[in-house]
């Protein structure tokens, strides 16, 4: 009897496990350049700051919005903002190659960066200091909008997404002089 039981919540185990949803995994990505590989000098600031294309998938489906940061942690840049983008709506998986200032998504918000400007503002590390690894997160948020300043802080972008965040990923870009 007890044998029989045991087979009996098995199975039921196995149908409710087998019938569970997969959760998706996000994933990010650039045309540009792969994961831990080097950035395109195109994209440095002092070579073109053109804004890097982006893709993701994966979003969870309760996305209500998206926010993009651009960040090198490097011990001199001190998490140098490079590029904060909020209330990106949760239809758009991409932003073409030049969008920022240009062709962002309707209803997508470009913050101000470290260097004081509203927009993209790529890569330029100090000479001598190495390659500089600028992190790429995509957030997939629960609210659709955020309400930052338009010269918000990191910090502020940062505090603004904390308890709102149903899945992220990054990727990691390589530039130094």
Not at 5 to 16: D, K, N, P, V, Y
């Amino acid at each position: 009897m007890i044998k029989k039981a045991a087979i009996i919540l098995f199975a039921a185990f196995l149908l409710w496990a087998g019938s569970a949803p997969a959760v998706a995994e996000m994933r990010l990505s650039s045309p540009a350049f792969k994961d831990g590989a080097e950035i395109p000098a195109i994209h440095a600031r002092s070579t073109g700051n053109v804004s890097i294309p982006l893709q993701w998938t994966g979003a969870p489906a309760e996305t209500k919005s998206f926010a993009i940061s651009i960040v090198d942690h490097h011990p001199i840049a001190r998490n140098w903002a490079h590029w904060i983008v909020i209330n990106i709506p949760p239809d758009v998986t991409s932003l073409p190659e030049g969008a920022s200032g240009k062709s962002m998504p309707l209803g997508s918000v470009e913050t101000g960066n470290s260097f004081g400007n509203t927009g993209y503002g790529g890569p330029q590390p100090p000479a001598g200091t190495g390659a500089h690894r600028y992190v790429v997160t995509v957030y997939a948020l629960r609210d659709s909008t955020l309400a930052l300043k338009p010269d918000a802080t990191l910090s502020d972008f940062l505090a603004a997404i904390k308890g709102k965040v149903l899945g992220e990923a990054s990727i990691t870009g390589l530039f130094g002089k």
